[in-house]
Protein backbone atom coordinates (compact mmCIF):
# COMPACT_ATOMS: atom_id res chain seq x y z
CA UNK A 1 0.00 0.00 0.00
CA UNK A 2 1.08 3.70 -1.14
CA UNK A 3 -0.28 5.89 1.51
CA UNK A 4 0.48 9.87 -0.24
CA UNK A 5 -0.16 12.17 3.14
CA UNK A 6 2.86 13.77 2.80
CA UNK A 7 3.36 14.03 6.95
CA UNK A 8 6.91 13.65 5.82
CA UNK A 9 7.49 16.86 4.16
CA UNK A 10 10.51 18.32 4.55
CA UNK A 11 11.89 15.32 6.12
CA UNK A 12 14.97 14.11 5.27
CA UNK A 13 15.46 10.30 5.61
CA UNK A 14 19.05 8.50 5.21
CA UNK A 15 17.96 4.59 4.38
CA UNK A 16 20.93 1.68 4.04
CA UNK A 17 20.22 -1.46 1.87
CA UNK A 18 17.58 1.23 0.19
CA UNK A 19 17.99 -1.04 -3.50
CA UNK A 20 15.50 -4.48 -2.27
CA UNK A 21 13.02 -5.36 -0.08
CA UNK A 22 12.62 -3.70 3.00
CA UNK A 23 14.58 -0.62 2.68
CA UNK A 24 12.92 -0.26 -0.51
CA UNK A 25 9.67 -0.39 0.28
CA UNK A 26 10.51 1.46 3.66
CA UNK A 27 12.25 4.21 1.31
CA UNK A 28 9.11 3.79 -1.49
CA UNK A 29 6.53 4.69 1.53
CA UNK A 30 8.84 7.20 3.09
CA UNK A 31 9.01 9.33 -0.60
CA UNK A 32 5.23 9.13 -0.82
CA UNK A 33 4.83 10.53 2.45
CA UNK A 34 6.98 13.61 1.19
CA UNK A 35 10.32 12.76 2.17
CA UNK A 36 13.72 13.47 0.68
CA UNK A 37 15.33 10.08 0.76
CA UNK A 38 19.42 9.43 0.94
CA UNK A 39 19.43 5.67 0.18
CA UNK A 40 22.57 3.91 0.31
CA UNK A 41 22.99 -0.15 -0.59
CA UNK A 42 26.40 -1.82 -2.55
CA UNK A 43 24.61 -1.04 -6.11
CA UNK A 44 21.42 0.59 -7.36
CA UNK A 45 18.50 -0.86 -8.55
CA UNK A 46 15.82 -0.36 -11.22
CA UNK A 47 13.11 -0.35 -8.54
CA UNK A 48 14.91 3.05 -6.94
CA UNK A 49 13.96 4.98 -9.95
CA UNK A 50 10.44 4.48 -7.87
CA UNK A 51 11.62 6.37 -4.86
CA UNK A 52 12.72 9.50 -6.99
CA UNK A 53 9.47 9.06 -9.00
CA UNK A 54 8.00 9.55 -5.59
CA UNK A 55 10.71 12.08 -4.35
CA UNK A 56 12.50 13.77 -6.91
CA UNK A 57 15.25 15.32 -4.72
CA UNK A 58 15.91 11.99 -3.41
CA UNK A 59 20.08 10.10 -3.82
CA UNK A 60 21.37 7.29 -4.17
CA UNK A 61 24.83 6.46 -2.82
CA UNK A 62 26.40 3.46 -3.52
CA UNK A 63 28.39 2.26 -0.44
CA UNK A 64 29.14 0.08 1.91
CA UNK A 65 27.41 0.18 5.30
CA UNK A 66 31.31 -1.36 6.97
CA UNK A 67 33.11 1.26 4.97
CA UNK A 68 32.92 4.02 8.06
CA UNK A 69 34.59 7.03 5.83
CA UNK A 70 32.25 6.45 3.13
CA UNK A 71 28.76 6.59 5.67
CA UNK A 72 30.64 9.28 7.85
CA UNK A 73 31.18 11.49 4.04
CA UNK A 74 27.61 10.38 2.97
CA UNK A 75 26.14 11.90 6.67
CA UNK A 76 28.48 15.13 6.19
CA UNK A 77 27.29 15.76 2.20
CA UNK A 78 23.43 15.53 3.17
CA UNK A 79 23.88 17.71 6.31
CA UNK A 80 25.28 20.45 3.87
CA UNK A 81 22.93 19.89 1.22
CA UNK A 82 19.76 19.09 3.00
CA UNK A 83 20.25 20.61 6.23
CA UNK A 84 18.70 17.67 8.53
CA UNK A 85 19.04 14.42 9.16
CA UNK A 86 15.30 13.36 10.60
CA UNK A 87 15.51 10.02 10.09
CA UNK A 88 17.58 6.52 9.73
CA UNK A 89 17.07 3.16 8.65
CA UNK A 90 19.49 -0.15 8.85
CA UNK A 91 17.93 -1.98 6.72
CA UNK A 92 21.38 -3.56 5.09
CA UNK A 93 22.04 -6.67 5.88
CA UNK A 94 22.80 -10.54 4.63
CA UNK A 95 21.87 -13.72 6.05
CA UNK A 96 24.42 -16.72 6.47
CA UNK A 97 23.21 -19.75 7.62
CA UNK A 98 25.00 -22.80 9.49
CA UNK A 99 25.63 -24.52 12.95
CA UNK A 100 28.74 -23.20 14.82
CA UNK A 101 30.87 -25.96 14.01
CA UNK A 102 29.68 -25.87 10.29
CA UNK A 103 30.18 -22.23 9.75
CA UNK A 104 33.65 -20.51 8.22
CA UNK A 105 34.65 -18.27 10.51
CA UNK A 106 35.08 -15.73 7.48
CA UNK A 107 31.22 -16.17 7.05
CA UNK A 108 30.51 -15.22 10.52
CA UNK A 109 32.72 -12.18 10.88
CA UNK A 110 31.37 -11.11 7.50
CA UNK A 111 27.71 -11.46 8.84
CA UNK A 112 28.51 -9.75 11.89
CA UNK A 113 30.12 -7.08 10.14
CA UNK A 114 27.44 -6.12 8.11
CA UNK A 115 24.51 -6.83 10.36
CA UNK A 116 26.40 -5.39 13.69
CA UNK A 117 28.92 -3.35 12.53
CA UNK A 118 27.68 -2.14 9.59
CA UNK A 119 24.35 -0.51 11.88
CA UNK A 120 26.82 0.40 14.44
CA UNK A 121 28.85 2.47 11.81
CA UNK A 122 25.46 3.97 10.19
CA UNK A 123 24.11 5.12 13.69
CA UNK A 124 27.46 6.97 14.23
CA UNK A 125 27.81 8.80 11.51
CA UNK A 126 24.36 10.24 12.00
CA UNK A 127 24.87 11.51 15.40
CA UNK A 128 26.50 14.46 14.98
CA UNK A 129 23.97 15.81 13.15
CA UNK A 130 20.69 14.60 15.69
CA UNK A 131 23.01 15.62 18.44
CA UNK A 132 23.22 19.59 16.89
CA UNK A 133 19.28 19.64 16.35
CA UNK A 134 18.27 17.84 18.93
CA UNK A 135 15.92 15.50 17.42
CA UNK A 136 16.11 12.26 15.14
CA UNK A 137 14.38 9.06 14.81
CA UNK A 138 16.71 5.96 14.43
CA UNK A 139 15.15 2.84 13.79
CA UNK A 140 17.39 -0.26 13.12
CA UNK A 141 16.20 -3.65 11.41
CA UNK A 142 16.95 -7.03 13.45
CA UNK A 143 14.95 -10.12 13.32
CA UNK A 144 12.99 -12.19 15.74
CA UNK A 145 15.96 -14.43 15.18
CA UNK A 146 18.10 -11.70 17.33
CA UNK A 147 15.42 -12.24 20.17
CA UNK A 148 14.40 -16.06 20.04
CA UNK A 149 17.15 -18.67 18.43
CA UNK A 150 16.86 -20.55 15.31
CA UNK A 151 18.37 -23.79 13.88
CA UNK A 152 21.34 -22.72 12.07
CA UNK A 153 20.71 -19.25 13.06
CA UNK A 154 24.62 -18.56 14.38
CA UNK A 155 25.91 -16.12 13.05
CA UNK A 156 22.74 -14.21 11.67
CA UNK A 157 21.38 -14.60 15.15
CA UNK A 158 24.22 -12.98 16.90
CA UNK A 159 24.65 -9.97 15.00
CA UNK A 160 20.85 -8.78 15.03
CA UNK A 161 20.74 -9.88 19.42
CA UNK A 162 23.80 -6.98 19.16
CA UNK A 163 21.54 -5.11 17.12
CA UNK A 164 18.59 -5.34 19.26
CA UNK A 165 20.92 -4.18 22.60
CA UNK A 166 22.78 -1.50 20.53
CA UNK A 167 19.03 -0.17 19.98
CA UNK A 168 18.30 -0.02 23.77
CA UNK A 169 21.73 1.80 24.02
CA UNK A 170 21.55 4.34 21.98
CA UNK A 171 18.06 5.43 23.42
CA UNK A 172 19.20 5.48 27.14
CA UNK A 173 22.41 7.74 25.72
CA UNK A 174 20.84 10.07 23.21
CA UNK A 175 17.16 10.02 24.26
CA UNK A 176 17.31 13.23 26.42
CA UNK A 177 18.82 15.30 23.82
CA UNK A 178 15.86 14.25 22.00
CA UNK A 179 16.89 11.49 19.66
CA UNK A 180 14.93 8.45 19.90
CA UNK A 181 15.88 4.60 18.47
CA UNK A 182 13.33 1.86 18.30
CA UNK A 183 14.03 -1.74 16.48
CA UNK A 184 12.14 -3.71 13.96
CA UNK A 185 12.33 -7.69 14.32
CA UNK A 186 10.75 -8.52 11.49
CA UNK A 187 9.56 -12.29 11.03
CA UNK A 188 9.54 -13.83 7.81
CA UNK A 189 9.20 -11.36 5.13
CA UNK A 190 8.92 -12.40 1.07
CA UNK A 191 12.13 -10.58 -0.36
CA UNK A 192 14.91 -11.48 -2.23
CA UNK A 193 16.86 -12.46 0.66
CA UNK A 194 13.97 -14.86 2.07
CA UNK A 195 13.78 -16.50 -1.43
CA UNK A 196 17.41 -17.11 -1.57
CA UNK A 197 17.16 -19.15 1.29
CA UNK A 198 13.54 -20.80 1.29
CA UNK A 199 12.65 -20.97 -2.55
CA UNK A 200 15.78 -23.46 -3.75
CA UNK A 201 15.86 -26.83 -3.50
CA UNK A 202 15.10 -29.23 -0.79
CA UNK A 203 13.12 -26.49 1.64
CA UNK A 204 9.82 -27.31 0.62
CA UNK A 205 9.31 -28.81 4.41
CA UNK A 206 11.07 -25.88 5.96
CA UNK A 207 9.05 -23.31 4.44
CA UNK A 208 5.45 -25.25 5.47
CA UNK A 209 6.71 -25.26 8.55
CA UNK A 210 7.70 -21.94 9.04
CA UNK A 211 3.88 -21.00 7.49
CA UNK A 212 2.63 -23.47 10.33
CA UNK A 213 4.33 -20.70 12.66
CA UNK A 214 3.45 -17.91 11.21
CA UNK A 215 -0.20 -17.73 12.86
CA UNK A 216 -1.67 -15.42 9.70
CA UNK A 217 -0.48 -18.40 7.56
CA UNK A 218 1.60 -16.35 5.13
CA UNK A 219 5.14 -14.90 4.63
CA UNK A 220 4.82 -10.72 5.16
CA UNK A 221 4.63 -8.21 3.07
CA UNK A 222 7.90 -5.31 2.77
CA UNK A 223 5.10 -2.90 2.93
CA UNK A 224 4.02 -4.50 6.29
CA UNK A 225 7.49 -3.62 7.63
CA UNK A 226 7.64 0.04 6.02
CA UNK A 227 4.43 0.75 7.55
CA UNK A 228 6.04 0.05 11.62
CA UNK A 229 9.18 2.13 9.92
CA UNK A 230 6.85 4.79 9.24
CA UNK A 231 5.40 4.70 12.68
CA UNK A 232 8.47 4.82 14.48
CA UNK A 233 9.68 7.65 12.40
CA UNK A 234 6.38 9.36 12.70
CA UNK A 235 5.19 11.70 15.63
CA UNK A 236 2.59 8.93 16.56
CA UNK A 237 5.74 7.35 18.61
CA UNK A 238 6.68 10.55 20.04
CA UNK A 239 7.03 8.47 23.49
CA UNK A 240 8.74 5.54 22.21
CA UNK A 241 12.25 5.02 22.44
CA UNK A 242 14.77 1.77 23.11
CA UNK A 243 11.71 -1.14 22.23
CA UNK A 244 11.46 -3.59 19.65
CA UNK A 245 8.57 -3.99 17.29
CA UNK A 246 7.98 -7.12 16.17
CA UNK A 247 6.23 -8.04 13.09
CA UNK A 248 5.93 -11.30 12.52
CA UNK A 249 2.33 -12.59 11.86
CA UNK A 250 2.64 -13.79 15.31
CA UNK A 251 5.50 -16.01 14.34
CA UNK A 252 7.18 -15.64 17.87
CA UNK A 253 3.31 -15.53 19.93
CA UNK A 254 3.69 -19.44 20.71
CA UNK A 255 3.64 -22.53 19.02
CA UNK A 256 1.41 -24.16 16.39
CA UNK A 257 1.18 -27.63 16.33
CA UNK A 258 -1.64 -27.84 13.69
CA UNK A 259 -4.19 -28.59 16.58
CA UNK A 260 -6.64 -26.32 14.63
CA UNK A 261 -6.41 -28.11 11.58
CA UNK A 262 -7.18 -31.34 13.07
CA UNK A 263 -10.14 -30.01 14.33
CA UNK A 264 -11.20 -28.37 11.30
CA UNK A 265 -11.51 -25.00 12.35
CA UNK A 266 -9.52 -24.02 9.89
N1 LIG B 1 13.18 -10.72 4.70
C1 LIG B 1 13.08 -11.20 5.92
O1 LIG B 1 12.37 -12.19 6.14
C2 LIG B 1 13.80 -10.55 7.07
C3 LIG B 1 13.45 -10.94 8.37
C4 LIG B 1 14.07 -10.36 9.45
C5 LIG B 1 15.04 -9.39 9.24
N2 LIG B 1 15.37 -9.04 8.00
C6 LIG B 1 16.40 -8.02 7.85
O2 LIG B 1 15.90 -6.95 7.11
C7 LIG B 1 16.95 -6.30 6.41
C8 LIG B 1 16.60 -6.22 4.94
O3 LIG B 1 16.49 -7.54 4.42
P1 LIG B 1 15.71 -7.88 3.09
O4 LIG B 1 14.92 -9.08 3.36
O5 LIG B 1 15.08 -6.65 2.57
O6 LIG B 1 16.94 -8.34 2.18
P2 LIG B 1 17.39 -7.91 0.71
O7 LIG B 1 18.49 -8.82 0.38
O8 LIG B 1 16.20 -7.85 -0.18
O9 LIG B 1 17.92 -6.42 0.92
C9 LIG B 1 19.08 -6.17 1.66
C10 LIG B 1 19.86 -5.07 0.97
O10 LIG B 1 21.01 -4.79 1.77
C11 LIG B 1 22.08 -4.54 0.88
N3 LIG B 1 23.37 -4.78 1.50
C12 LIG B 1 23.90 -5.96 1.89
N4 LIG B 1 25.12 -5.78 2.39
C13 LIG B 1 25.39 -4.45 2.31
C14 LIG B 1 26.49 -3.64 2.65
N5 LIG B 1 27.59 -4.18 3.20
N6 LIG B 1 26.41 -2.31 2.44
C15 LIG B 1 25.31 -1.77 1.89
N7 LIG B 1 24.22 -2.48 1.53
C16 LIG B 1 24.27 -3.80 1.74
C17 LIG B 1 21.86 -5.52 -0.28
O11 LIG B 1 22.57 -5.13 -1.44
C18 LIG B 1 20.36 -5.47 -0.44
O12 LIG B 1 19.96 -4.51 -1.39
C19 LIG B 1 18.21 -7.15 6.68
O13 LIG B 1 18.94 -6.57 7.72
C20 LIG B 1 17.64 -8.48 7.12
O14 LIG B 1 18.53 -9.16 7.94
C21 LIG B 1 14.78 -9.58 6.89
Not at 117 to 133: C, E, F, H, R, Y
Not at 169 to 192: H, S, W
Not at 196 to 218: A, F, P, T
Request: with cysteine; proline share 2%.
Amino acid sequence: MVSSSQAFKGKVAIITGAASGLGLATAMRFASEGAIIVGIDLTPSEAWNQVTGLSPKSVFHRADVTDEQAQFAIAAETTAKLGRIDTLVTAAGVGEAGPLNMIEIDAWRRVIDINLNGTAISIKSVLDTMIAQRSGSIITIASIEGIVGTEGGGAYNAAKGGVVILTKNVAIDYGRIGIRCNCICPGFIDTPMLQSVLYIEGMDEVRKSILLQSKLGRFGRPDEIAGGAYFLASEDSSYMTGQNLVIDGGYTAGHAHGIVEMIGLV
